[in-house]
């Protein structure tokens, strides 16, 4: 039966440096450069693989001088131990997960490079896969709050459809329960608006809502409850004009001061969640920027990828939590051509 | 169902009450004939047309029962003939033919009823005109043209019911059929299904058993035509023989092909119950024109608002066309909706093609149904409120029952967990991979919807899903998009897999290409559309191997021809063999089968025993590149 099957090789430095080090070098400029690319970036992942896989097939070549077969509780450890190279010189025996494999440290000497190979097809029992669980039961259907769940559904503009579904999981998240908030089909001005409603109470009563796109990618969870907003925009501040992403509405261009986010950055192909992750991280270094100057109203003129609105407005909140006073941000709704509807204004 | 003879006719509205309240099972109406028809036809014949027979064109059309017409003027394509058309005819056949007769309708092999347009301007009498023998004076048939109908009608007999069909066909029909035959059809369907009518003209019996005689592989016995499905098919109840034990089969509805189809999709199911059948029927048949004007509307609004170039959002209803062949079987109309967060459908309809299997458009219309829904997100409901039904379309749900699903066509949505059931029969998995999904999806491993998403967006393809679930409990990591590919050894052995399965789906492929031979000997490729031999496989999880069954001809890939003499193949897919692995190959070698190392074309010749070495046709890099875009598709596809 087919089974995984974890090898760690040992080889001379000496072969290891003629064949083999140069390959291993640029593997780790890729792997040095994936790690500091955006979320879902991947191109420098890819280029990695391949040089991994040169390395790989290089080693086949070479006589190994000896060989530890690794168990499956180190395995699982391996598995679970983060980015790391598969191979390993004997000083960086500490740093390396391999290093915490007693069998691996016990045979690594000077002058001798480890390599990890796996075999997911060596002969063996097939180990089940890791789930205990029970069948996910299929969803619930949903109406509009006040409706009839057996009956058609109402007749509502879809507008007014969504914001009942936003807000009545808003107001389920914001009383404790465990359910996410799911921000996929919503429209911008839905989302901030509610996200606006929720975000209020005090601080003691602050509430960690999930946050689950219908890609199934789960984002961080966003604070509810924990702020105190006022509806008015305090005076005396410096106004700047922002669309939130570059891009995407041109007719905006001519109004605003510039943009928060770039579209090449934000709207990439990966899950929703790593988007959100990529717009919260960009969002809370630019307000940091844009505040540095002084107390700021800021217009931000948005539009509607959710992921980029969840993540801006998640950053909006940590910053008015962790520096109250310092922001005003006022949403913009694109209402078609050149028209813009003012939202209720984000301040402290 | 005869007419009476107190309702004889005197006139054109006579004969249109007789038609609609008695309804006469064996007489069939066609299209009526505009007031332009008639006059056109006048002049182009140079006749004064009778009053009467005017009226009757324009108001009752054309009319048929068993041996006889009475033509219209407009053009049906049911019934092929018209007034004006056949008059030309007889005209070009025989020069003598009087020039005042007006033919309508056909008597014998050489008797034509003619209606006699020199008498008055307002009522013709009914000739019986020999065309052989235009010197003998016609009989007169009847004074005028109400008159020939209503004694057509009142002579029209009573269809035989199920007994007549033992007693003339030898054939004992299930109880639902005298039902179905009593059900109130659309015109256009009533002249598709077959009832015990006297003589040998469509809709009756007669006829529609000397088509099936004339079908290019014989039916079994026990089949009773009962609907013309499509130009080259019938719906065929299986009923039984007097004194014999009914088949299993009893009361089925199976589909007979006239032409020379593969044996696979000759008599496959229709329906369990010929009654449902019939009502199906009669509803899509009832839905159809509203669903098309729907669809013709939907499909101007998409393109004034999209054209070709921007990707509309899961709110705005699309069209959707589903063509086989360049031919549509499937057509539907349909956008998420946020007030019951679901799909919504407006337009919704299949056809049953001679070239596509039984309830293949049905079957696949409903797949992209369901993956959009999964895909759009939300709850899985899909509601039907505002289709031509206005309830879950009787056809989906025929194919549903077909599939041993009990899908309430009475209902106006499909539950969520309804969709999950039909989801799972759309995808069609084979049996040993519905198994592993199953178990899988009962211990929370994953939904049963992501599976079958994954199969039907391409993401994965059966083997290759199969493959991995037997093989490997990474599968389900592989199936979230993989882990992140910077901690190396772990990403290495989900790589290893996901290459191993990626070569087994293009072997797969290979190995289904019609006749085996990709090239010619003239070096030029061959492609069959559409043609695949059928080739099973099983998962050797033990071995994490495939064994392949049915191969006809020389194993691909190869450098030496190797043929198999039972039919088997099993290979050992692998992105870089170890030394473990020529030895477990010989383990797998039997005297008839074919034992193969299967790796990506950039591997190097084999150490250890000898094993014949399947060459891939990419290399590494190429099946990487082929991998990561289904990672990428797995970690942005809904879970």
């Not at chain 1, 028209?339 to 204004?345: D, Q, V």
Request: hydrophobic share 40%; proline share 8%; net charge negative.
């Amino acid at each position: 039966m087919s089974r995984e099957q974890g090898v760690v090789l040992f080889f001379n430095e000496r072969d290891w440096n003629e064949r083999i080090a140069g390959l291993c070098q640029q593997a780790d400029q890729s792997f040095r450069r994936q790690l500091k690319a955006p979320p879902g970036e991947r191109k420098e992942a890819f280029r990695y693989g391949l040089l991994c896989e040169q390395v790989r097939q290089e080693t086949v070549a070479m006589r190994s001088t000896r060989l530890v077969v690794l168990k499956d509780h180190e395995l699982r450890l391996l598995d679970t131990a983060g980015p790391h190279h598969a191979w390993l010189r004997a000083d960086e025996l500490l740093q390396h997960p391999l290093g915490r494999i007693p069998t691996v440290a016990t045979a690594m000497e000077d002058g001798l490079v480890a390599l990890e190979v796996r075999n997911p097809l060596a002969r063996g029992r097939t180990a089940a896969p890791s789930v205990d669980g029970e069948e996910l039961p299929p969803a619930p259907t949903w109406r509009p709050e006040g409706s009839d769940e057996d009956a058609p559904p109402p007749k509502l503009r879809a507008r007014d459809a969504q914001r009942q579904l936003w807000e009545g999981q808003l107001r389920r998240a914001a009383a404790g329960e465990d359910i996410p908030l799911v921000p996929s089909n919503i429209t911008n001005e839905v989302l901030t608006t509610g996200l606006r409603t929720y975000v209020m109470g005090e601080p003691d009563t602050r509430v960690r809502a999930r946050v689950v796109y219908r890609d199934g990618s789960e984002a961080q969870a966003f604070p509810l409850c924990g702020l105190q907003l006022r509806d008015d925009v305090p005076p005396e501040r410096r106004v700047l004009r922002f669309a939130l992403m570059s891009m995407r509405h041109p007719d905006m261009d001519c109004r605003v001061d510039g943009a928060l986010l770039r579209n090449r950055l934000v709207s990439q192909t990966r899950p929703a969640a790593e988007t959100d992750a990529a717009v919260y991280e960009l969002a809370a270094k630019k307000l940091k920027t844009v505040v540095g100057a002084g107390p700021t109203a800021l217009w931000v003129y948005q539009t509607g990828l959710q992921s980029a609105v969840v993540g801006f407005y998640r950053a909006v909140t940590d910053h008015l939590q962790r520096s109250p006073g310092t922001l005003t941000v006022i949403p913009c709704f694109w209402r078609g051509a050149d028209k813009f509807e003012e939202g209720t204004p984000w301040t402290s | 169902m005869s007419v009476h003879a107190a309702q004889t006719p005197t006139n054109v509205d006579d004969i249109l009450r007789i038609l609609e309240a008695e309804r006469p099972a064996s007489v069939s109406r066609g299209k009526t004939a505009s007031q332009e028809d008639t006059t056109k036809a006048a002049r182009a014949l140079d006749l004064t047309i009778p009053e009467d027979y005017v009226a009757f064109a324009e108001s009752v059309g054309h009319l048929a029962g068993p041996g006889w017409h009475v033509f219209g003027m407009g053009h049906d394509e049911r019934f092929p003939r018209s007034a004006a058309g056949a008059t030309v005819l007889a005209r070009l056949a025989s020069p003598d033919f009087p020039h005042d007769l007006l033919v309508i309708g056909e008597l014998g092999a050489d008797r034509l009823a003619c209606l006699d347009c020199g008498l008055s301007p307002t009522r013709g009498g009914v000739l019986d005109v020999r065309v052989t023998e235009l010197d003998v004076p016609a009989r007169l048939l009847a004074e005028t043209l109400v008159g020939y109908v209503g004694d057509r009608l009142r002579d029209a007999p009573a269809p035989s019911g199920p007994g007549a069909v033992e007693h003339e066909f030898g054939l004992v029909t299930p109880p639902e059929l005298a039902a179905a035959w009593e059900v109130q059809l659309p015109p256009e369907l009533a002249v598709r299904v077959f009832r015990p009518l006297p003589g040998s003209e469509p809709p009756s019996l007669q006829y529609a058993f000397g088509v099936l005689a004339q079908a290019a592989q014989p039916p079994r016995g026990e089949l009773l035509p009962l609907h013309l499905v499509d130009a080259r098919s019938l719906a065929c109840v299986v009923c039984a023989r007097p004194g014999e034990e009914p088949p299993a089969a009893f009361g089925w509805v199976v589909r007979w092909h006239l032409d020379d189809v593969p044996r696979r999709a000759q008599s496959r199911l229709l329906d369990l119950d010929v009654l449902r059948y019939i009502k199906a029927a009669a509803r899509t048949d009832e839905a159809l024109p509203q669903g098309k004007r729907k669809l013709a509307k939907a499909v101007k609004k998409y393109a004034e608002e999209h054209g070709n170039t921007t990707h509309p959002r899961a709110h705005v209803y699309r069209p959707i066309r589903l063509a086989c062949q360049n031919v549509l079987v499937g057509e539907a109309v349909w956008a998420h909706d946020a007030r019951f967060d679901g799909l919504n459908v407006r337009v919704w309809h299949s056809s049953q093609e001679p070239h596509v299997n039984a309830h293949e458009g049905t079957r696949a219309l409903t797949a992209m149904m369901l993956a959009e829904a999964f895909r759009g997100g939300g709850t899985m409901e899909v509601r039907f409120d505002r289709h031509a039904e206005h309830l879950v379309p009787a056809a989906l749900a025929q194919w549903a029952r077909t599939a041993g699903l009990d899908v309430d066509d009475d209902q106006p949505a499909l539950e969520p967990a309804v969709a999950r059931e039909l989801m799972l029969a759309a995808t069609e998995m084979p049996t040993q991979l519905r198994n592993r999904v199953s178990e899988l999806a009962a211990h929370g491993g994953l939904s049963v919807e992501r599976a079958c998403y994954t199969l039907l967006a391409g993401i994965w393809k059966p083997i290759e899903l199969d493959f991995l679930l037997a093989s490997s409990p990474r599968a389900l990591d592989i199936l979230r998009g993989g882990t992140h590919p910077l901690n190396r050894a772990r990403h290495q052995a989900e790589l290893d897999l996901c290459r191993a399965a990626s070569m087994l789906g293009t072997l797969l492929a290979r190995l289904q290409q019609p006749r085996g031979a990709s090239v010619t000997e003239s070096g030029s490729a061959t492609a069959v559309e559409d043609e695949r031999t059928p080739i099973s496989w099983t998962v050797l999880a033990d071995h994490g191997a495939v064994r392949f069954s049915g191969i006809e001809h020389e194993m691909p890939w190869l450098p030496e021809p190797v043929r198999s003499s039972n039919g088997t193949l099993t290979v050992l897919p692998r992105s870089l063999p170890t030394d473990q692995d020529c030895p477990t190959a010989g383990e797998l070698a039997d005297d008839a089968g074919v034992v193969a190392l299967l790796t990506p074309q950039d591997v190097e010749e084999l150490t250890g025993p000898p094993v014949p070495h399947m060459r891939h046709p990419d290399r590494r890099s190429a099946l990487d590149r082929g991998i990561e875009a289904n990672l990428l598709a797995s970690r942005v596809g809904r879970r």
